[in-house]
């Protein structure tokens, strides 16, 4: 059994996901074990509470540099035995410090087909840039800005009459989907340690 950590800053839908899927045996191979939330309002706190997984609001502001930041958070990480970090609407670039300390062993979720639309605002970029499909990539972090080895892609076409709100709608939909399937098969292939 793999131990998971999720980290995320936002509203936790991919987070909520995760846990459900191995609550309804979709993923049998590993166990959330804890959320991670760097803003103190982020409502995947509330969503940890509700489905009564452990969770740990750690402010970036509270320490004098990334590194401490993250020295933190890696002390928590070893106390709960985590294996991988799984990022879900993480809004920080991982710094060496925590690279270094799981290597090959934290992956991110994007929603924009990589290399196409790196960096914070995948889907609104893509709408932007009026491209026919855009998508969904998994892939393990690096140091680069969504530049690590892909585990999996899936594509999206846009349809013409789609606002930017349908087109967030859809993305997540894929992302709700793919996520703990491709968590599940990840971790089967023995990448667990």
């Given amino acids: 059994m793999v131990n998971i950590a999720v980290f995320a800053s936002g ?20 166990s959330v074990k804890l959320l991670i939330a760097d803003k103190k309002d982020a409502f995947a706190i509330e ?30 990480l070893k106390m709960e035995a ?16 925590l690279l270094n ?7 991110n979720i994007h929603p924009a087909y990589l290399p196409e639309f790196p960096g914070k605002d995948g889907i609104s970029d893509a709408f ?15 140091s680069g800005v969504d530049t690590g080895e892909i585990i999996y892609q899936e ?20 992302e709700h989907r793919i996520y703990p399937m491709v968590l599940t098969k990840l971790f089967e292939k023995g990448e667990n340690k």
């Fill in 82 to 97: 985590i294996d991988f970090i799984v990022l879900a609407g993480y809004m920080r670039i991982i710094s060496s410090n």
């Fill in 128 to 142: 932007e840039a009026g491209v026919k499909e855009t998508g969904v990539t998994i892939h393990f972090v690096d």
């Fill in 47 to 76: 969503r940890a509470k509700k489905l009564g997984i452990k969770n740990i609001f750690i402010d970036p502001k509270g320490f004098s540099s990334k590194f401490e930041f993250e020295s933190k958070i890696i002390e928590i």
């Fill in 155 to 174: 594509r999206l076409n846009i349809d013409s009459e789609w606002d930017l709100n349908k087109l967030k709608e859809e993305i997540h939909k894929i």
């Fill in 11 to 30: 509203s936790g839908s991919n987070f909520e996901r995760i846990v459900k899927a191995k609550e309804g045996r979709e993923a049998s191979n590993y």
């Fill in 101 to 107: 300390e799981y290597p090959n062993r934290i992956i």
